[in-house]
């Protein structure tokens, strides 16, 4: 007996590419978000802002898919540019790394203009000062502002 047109539509709705990606991306930040909830107050207050953000809209997205699909609209591609979606996935891979290695701020000057370059910015002094301004208004709000330290790396502590 074969799945009737009905079943085979209700079951594809929930393997469009969209919707995976925002169960995913809700799967993933849940699941960061209970070890969050360990760290002292201040410090866990970003992260926990940032993944609340996650939860939200991937929530939206799936929302947003699941009506596409009732309304029987054909899914677009999640991807038009793979090759610059993995590279800066490997990218933020490789800086989640380095912060551990070399620290927070060489790690982010390296970082910064490498996942521009992948998307397509290719002006070298609009990456030097583009940079230069983040991580200057990232040390003087964390830095001096809010008193906070960064991860100084493996390699520079004794």
Do not use: C, H
Not at 13 to 40: D, M, N, Q, V, Y
Not at 59 to 83: F, N, W
Not at 112 to 122: I, S, T
């Amino acid at each position: 007996m074969q799945p009737s047109k009905q079943q085979s539509s209700n079951r594809s709705r929930f393997l469009r590419a969209e919707t995976i990606t925002a169960l995913g991306i809700l799967i993933g930040a849940i699941g960061f978000l209970f070890p969050t909830s360990k760290l002292p107050a201040l410090p866990s207050l970003l992260p926990a802002a940032m993944l609340g953000g996650l939860i939200i809209l991937s929530i939206l997205m799936l929302l947003s898919d699941q009506r596409k699909a009732s309304t029987g609209a054909e899914q677009e591609p999640v991807l038009k540019a793979p090759r610059r979606v993995f590279g800066a996935f490997g990218l933020i891979v490789a800086y989640a790394i380095s912060v551990d290695l070399i620290g927070f701020y060489p790690s982010t000057a390296i970082s910064l203009p490498l996942v521009a370059y992948v998307f397509g910015y290719r002006s070298p002094v609009g990456l030097l000062i583009a940079t230069a301004i983040v991580l200057t208004a990232i040390y003087l709000i964390f830095g001096v502002a809010m008193s906070q330290e960064f991860p100084s790396g493996l390699l520079w502590s004794k």
